[in-house]
């Protein structure tokens, strides 16, 4: 146990110094983009502009109007730099459902829109994976706070930190809250691959199971 505890806190320590040039990274990232007056150069969040330009779009011209590739690049082209996407824009590649719960962005500006998001996405997904954790240690959190997957999701402006948040959240609460386990993995069906990976999983352990608690029976009834 004592050596398990060790390498926890070797890991620890080393994740502790590329996480630390994360924060840095991401910062300057951030800053740049942030202060940065006309429309953003490929910089922090640049995936989410087109979350934030579906919303804009969905509230102005519709919800089927997400699916027009000239309106979504019309409204692009005016929060991203043209040198770098000039003749280019983000296209809507995500169902119905996902619009849902995005279409509130367009409300506010597009930067306090993509700091509400990264501050609740980051927020999220450590949350769900200290509840995951939680029982080895506060230091076994921060090997997966400097995944660099998380930080490039950050960065991107991409929802991937909240469906590892909400895919998290579901795994967490299956043995004791199922029910509640079960929503949160029905939230991954805005992502629709997604929402098949998982109850495809669950279904298999619902099968592994079964199966032990069969042989066990069958087991216990040969013994006899």
Avoid at 22 to 40: K, R, Y
Wanted: with cysteine.
């Amino acid at each position: 146990m004592r050596r398990i505890d060790s390498l926890i806190e070797r890991v620890a320590l080393y994740s502790s110094g590329i996480l630390a040039l994360e924060v840095t990274l991401a910062s300057m990232l951030a800053w740049g983009t942030f202060t940065h007056v006309g429309a953003p150069q490929a910089g922090f969040g640049i995936d989410f502009s087109v979350y934030w330009s579906a919303s804009v779009v969905a509230l102005t011209h519709g919800a089927a109007a997400v699916f027009n590739q000239d309106l979504m690049m019309a409204v692009e082209r005016t929060v991203r730099s043209s040198n770098v996407f000039e003749g280019s824009g983000g296209p809507w590649l995500y169902p119905p459902t996902f619009l849902i719960f995005v279409l509130p962005l367009g409300l506010v500006s597009l930067n306090t829109a993509l700091l509400s998001f990264s501050v609740i996405g980051a927020v999220a997904y450590l949350r769900s994976l200290w509840a995951i954790v939680r029982p080895a240690g506060l230091a076994t959190l921060i090997p997966l706070a400097a995944f660099p997957g998380a930080w490039i999701a950050l960065c991107y402006g991409q929802n991937s930190l909240l469906t590892a948040a909400t895919a998290g959240a579901g795994l967490a609460l299956i043995p004791a809250r199922p029910l509640l386990a079960g929503f949160f993995i029905a939230l991954l069906g805005v992502k629709p691959q997604l929402g098949l990976l998982f109850s495809t999983c669950i279904d298999l352990r619902a099968a592994v199971a079964r199966v032990s608690i069969r042989d066990s029976v069958f087991d216990s009834a040969m013994g006899h």
